[in-house]
């Protein structure tokens, strides 16, 4: 970067909100993913106005703008891959209005996803998207990635509840898309357009977002299937019913044993475990549609269905989900986590097929993930010092993306597609709509500084 850029970047900030310290570089070279490229400098922004200035100084330059919340992204989205700046957002952090009566919140971008619910809390109203990084996840991140969680078969994902956006685009222009209503048909949908983006095609500065009221009620429920068969049945029987369940989640025989051997959590040798919860305002309607899901779990073979009592039993049952992710922090592996997603009916399918693969090409892998809607995260084992195990893994990811696209499934459910899966876009989309997709890249971005190298945007014919 030549000094007048620099001196016209430090202008707009001053000189504190600049840095180009090793340290800070190192920083912000990765994020959740293996992928790493260090930033020629970052910058923490404060305004719209700030944002606009340093986007026409880089448009002008030729310099690439990586837009950065928390950098918990899991596929290499927030990495400046071809260096240049890093903008680091998490500092335009209000909550700007709470209006119950319209049922939306009006959000900085860098608000943290705990610190917005728990502003929403003492209204009885919740932000229903529910990704489990959000003690640090940042709104603007969840947007931009389209981010999901467990409660996304009943309640959807981030682009369900995104009313309107304040953007700016690549050349510094400001513009406002989507209305403050529940409902609008006018024009083009610009809005959803940038959800799940990625930063590659304009920087969100302000988010209005849907807000739904708290249930009062919750019950939980642990069913216990012998098969993957079974228990696939038993998931494709509860979402074509009258019941929608708050969470369907499924625990695939690896994960179980790994869980009974390293979590010593007490857990019977089976090929599936399924975990249920319902909610709603009335603790009778709750318990109504809980029944009705075991009803329709026996039906499917079910071993074992256990109907959680109490707030203290279900926090019993709810005790193997919740141990997968601190566990896979104390094995000490490498591993890849996917979120690769099939239509429901598909999920026996996949998982048996995923195990025929894991087989083929000789490294473990292991199922968990939001069943009800198909998100499953399948992750695999390797040893990063093993050459050999090393060269395996990208033909079984391959294997693993094109089975789910042959079933009907999408690349990713949750995490976005960034560095990680770029290079699986054609599996699932067409040359026409990988097309389309670029030359609306163009249109907004002219000179590919917003988050280049990411979405395979900038190889693919
Ligand atoms: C332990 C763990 C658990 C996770 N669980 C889930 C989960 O359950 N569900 C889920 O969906 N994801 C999950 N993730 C992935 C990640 O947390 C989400 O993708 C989250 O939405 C990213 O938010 P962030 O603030 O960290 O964004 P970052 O990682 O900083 O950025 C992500 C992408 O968004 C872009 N971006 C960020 N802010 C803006 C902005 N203001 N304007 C334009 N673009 C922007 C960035 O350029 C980048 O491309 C998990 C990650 C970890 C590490």
């Not at 009705?292 to 026996?298: D, L, P, Q, S, W």
């Not at 079910?302 to 049952?317: F, K």
């Not at 292991?366 to 050459?387: E, Q, R, V």
Request: aromatic fraction near 6%; charged fraction near 20%; charge should be negative.
């Amino acid at each position: 970067m030549d000094n007048a850029t620099r001196q016209a970047l430090i202008d707009i900030v001053g000189p504190e909100n600049v840095t180009e310290k090793i340290m800070d570089l190192v920083s912000y070279s990765y994020d959740a993913s293996s992928y790493e490229h260090r930033p020629d400098c970052a910058m923490w922004a404060v305004s719209t106005e700030q944002v606009s200035r340093i986007l026409s100084v880089a448009n002008e330059k030729g310099i690439p703008v990586t837009v950065r919340g928390a950098g918990t992204g899991l596929g290499g989205l927030a990495v400046p891959a071809q260096g240049g700046i890093v903008l680091d957002l998490t500092r335009m952090n209000s909550i700007l209005e709470i209006s119950i009566p319209d049922r939306l919140a009006v959000v900085q971008p860098g608000v943290v996803y705990a610190d917005f619910q728990a502003a929403l809390a003492p209204y009885g109203f919740f932000f229903p998207p529910d990704p489990a990084s959000g003690v640090v996840c940042t709104l603007g991140g969840n947007v931009a990635t389209n981010a999901g969680g467990l409660h996304a078969v009943k309640y959807g994902t981030t682009r369900d509840y995104v009313l309107s956006l304040e953007a700016v685009l690549a050349s510094g222009e400001v513009m406002r898309v989507g209305a403050r209503t529940m409902k609008t048909s006018s024009g083009y949908d610009l809005c959803r357009f940038l959800v799940g983006s990625e930063g590659t095609l304009a920087v969100i500065t302000e988010i209005t977002l849907k807000v739904a009221p708290k249930a009062a009620h919750r019950a939980t429920a642990l069913a216990v299937f012998h098969t993957l068969e079974d228990a696939g049945e038993a998931v494709t029987r509860v979402m074509h019913s009258e019941v929608t369940p708050s969470v369907l989640e499924l625990l695939d025989g690896s994960v179980i044993s790994l869980l009974r051997e390293h979590a010593h959590i007490d857990l019977p040798d089976v090929e599936a475990l399924l975990l249920v919860e319902t909610d709603g305002m009335t603790e009778g309607y709750v318990r109504f549609q809980l029944e009705k899901i075991a009803e329709m779990f026996r039906g499917c073979n079910a071993a074992e269905v256990e109907l959680a009592a109490t707030e203290e039993e279900a926090e019993g049952l709810w005790k193997a989900r919740k141990s997968i992710g601190g566990m896979m922090g104390a094995l000490h592996l490498d591993y890849i986590p996917e979120d690769i997603t099939v239509p429901m009916s598909q999920i026996a399918t996949f998982l048996r097929q995923s195990e025929e693969l894991s087989r083929i090409h000789g490294l473990d892998l292991f199922n968990f993930g939001h069943a009800g809607d198909g998100n499953l995260h399948t992750n695999i084992f390797f040893d990063g010092n093993d050459p050999d195990q090393v060269a395996r893994l990208e033909p079984l990811l391959y294997d693993l993306h094109k089975l789910a696209c042959d079933l009907g499934g999408t690349l990713s459910g949750e995490h976005g597609i960034g560095m990680t899966k770029a290079k699986y876009l054609p599996l699932e989309h067409d040359r026409t709509a990988l097309k389309t997709m670029r030359t609306l890249k163009q249109a907004l971005d002219p000179n590919n500084i917003l988050n280049p190298g990411k979405m395979g945007l900038d190889f693919f014919p």
